[in-house]
C-alpha cells in the first residue's frame, strides 16, 4: 500500500469498489486495491473520479476483467434492500432494542388475552350489537350478556391457543400472525371511542308492589318519590321527612314492600319508610346503578341569606 494521502473522495470511491469485491477473498481484494490506489489519487486530482473512471461497480467489473477473475453473480450483488436488511438487522442487535423485544415476549400472554376480547368487541361493533346497561364493556352477544361473555371467553381461549402455537414461528404464518394483530391493534380506536362514549341515564321504575298509599299527592297525583335539595342544587340523600305533628312522612308503608327497595334501618333492623329519595338495588345485589339520579330541574337562583349553622 502506498503512504500517499488519500484524499475523501477518493476512500468514498474506493470503500464502494470494495463492497463490490467483497465476495473475492480478503487478500486477493486488498492486492487489487492496493495495485489502483495511486492511479485513483492520480485521477482525484484532474477533477471528480467518478467522472473519469465511472461509477464504482463499473470500475470493480473492470478490475476482475483485467485480473482474469469471474463477474460477481446478480443475486450477490448489493443493492437498496440488502442495505436495508443490513440497517434492519443492525437495530435489532442494539442492545436497548433487544431488551425491549424480551420484555414485548414475557408481555405476549397479555396481549393475546387483550386481542381476544378486541376481536369480540369489534365484531359486535361492525354487527351494530347492543351493549349491557350495567357492565358498557359488554356486547350483548346470542341474545344475552352472558351470551357476550361465551363468546369472548372462546376468543380469548383462540387467541391464546394460537399465541402459543405461532410463537416463533416464521414465513407465511408470522406475516399473516403480523398481520391480524395490527388489525387488532387498529380496532383498538373505535372500541376505546365506544366504551368512553356516555352512557344513557338509567330510568327507575317504581314497581306496582312499591306503590305508595293515598293519600300523599301533589297537584292530585300520587307522589312515587321525593327528591330533596339543597340550595345550591346539590341531591340530598338519605333525608329523613316529618310533618308538622313529627309523624314521619312515608311512602309505601303499608302495602307491600318491594325487596329491591333500599332502605335504612335502626339498630334493631327496623325500615325506615321516610328516607327520601328513595332508592332501588340492581335485582339480586346490594348495589344502586345510579345513586344520583333524578327528575330534570332547574334551582332558581336564591337570594335569601342561609340560615345560621346550629
Known sequence: MSTTTVPPEVEAYLASVREELDDLPSAERDDLLAEVEDSLVEAA????????????????????????????????????????????????AHPRIRSLWHLAGELAPAWWLVRGYLAVAALALLLDASWSVNHPWMPLLLGSAWGGVLVIAAAVAVSMWAGLRLRGAHGAAARTAIAANVLLVLALVPVVQHLREPRPERVLYVTEAAAPLPGLASSGSSVLNIYPYSRDGQLLHDVLLYDQFGNPIEIGHNGVADPNRRFLRTAIGAALFNSFPIRYYEPGTTRVARPNAGPSIRVPSIETPPLPAP
Do not use: V
Open 45 to 92: 486530482a484532474d477533477g471528480p473520479i467518478a467522472a473519469r473512471l465511472g461509477r464504482p461497480e463499473d470500475f470493480a467489473a473492470e478490475l476482475r476483467a483485467a485480473a482474469g477473475l469471474h463477474a460477481r453473480p446478480a443475486e450477490q450483488r448489493p443493492g437498496a434492500s440488502s442495505r436495508w436488511r443490513e440497517l434492519a438487522a443492525g437495530i435489532a
